[in-house]
């Protein structure tokens, strides 16, 4: 059964860091894209980095580039979100989901439950 | 950044009725179009991809329909478990871009 968990997630300071995993079971992690996507509270859904199935190349939302970096070690089937210099605006649910296809986005077939990110003084 | 605007916002029906969803993508995206299910407190599912194709597992009375900038999705006989937040998604252009969603409730 294809499975993703996140975790990670905890209440930060503003200008703090915090470094998110997720975790993929029951199917070829190393084959497959993969993207993580936010949703802030009451708020609609929001794209926020992909990588390549073999971490080959990295895309990033506007909002995030800079201080977000996705990485993934294929070793561990484990994603990844190193996430510096958090804003207020960050706080929201983080999602990771598996792309369908390789190397270039399609659609988000598979989501885990989500891991929550709190940034507040 | 491709915008999608999705109406309505919000949409009250009742069980059996047919449900119609749009989205309109602010340029031509071809069918590089996803509608997505997100029930309260879960995540998002997908349900239809390249604007009409059926997700393996998700029931027919879900369809998707549309080319270039104007979409559809409809629910052909609304079910009380179809409560949730539709989404569209398009992956046209980098980056993917979401619409705002579409609540939908029983009446």
């Known amino acids: 059964q294809v499975h993703l968990v996140e975790s990670g997630g905890g209440v930060v300071q503003p200008g703090g860091s915090l470094r998110l995993s997720c975790a993929a079971s029951?199917?070829?992690?190393?084959?497959?894209?993969m993207h993580w996507v936010r949703q802030a509270p009451g708020k609609g859904l929001e794209w926020v980095a992909f990588v390549r199935y073999d971490g080959s190349d990295k895309y990033y939302a506007d909002s995030v580039k800079g201080r977000f970096t996705i990485s993934r070690d294929n070793t561990k089937n484990t994603l990844y979100l190193q996430m510096n210099s958090l804003r207020p605006e960050d706080t929201a649910v983080y999602y990771c989901?598996?792309?369908?296809?390789?190397?270039?986005?399609?659609?988000?077939?598979?989501w885990g439950k989500g891991t929550t990110v709190t940034v507040s003084s | 950044d491709v915008q999608m605007t999705q109406s309505p916002s919000s949409l009250s029906a009742s069980v059996g009725d047919r449900v119609t969803i749009t989205c309109q993508a602010s340029?031509?995206?071809?069918?590089?179009l996803n509608w997505y299910q997100q029930k309260p407190g879960k995540a998002p599912k997908l349900l239809i991809y390249d604007a009409s194709d059926l997700e393996t597992g998700v029931p027919s009375r879900f369809s998707g329909s549309g080319y270039g900038t104007d979409f559809t999705f409809t629910i052909s006989s609304l079910q009380p478990e179809d409560i949730a937040t539709y989404y569209c998604q398009q992956y046209d252009n980098q980056p993917p871009t979401f619409g705002q969603g579409t609540r939908l409730e029983i009446k």
């Open positions: 989901a598996k792309e369908y296809y390789d190397y270039i986005w399609g659609r988000m077939d598979v």
């Open positions: 029951g199917f070829t992690f190393s084959s497959y894209a």
């Open positions: 340029r031509d995206i071809t069918n590089y």
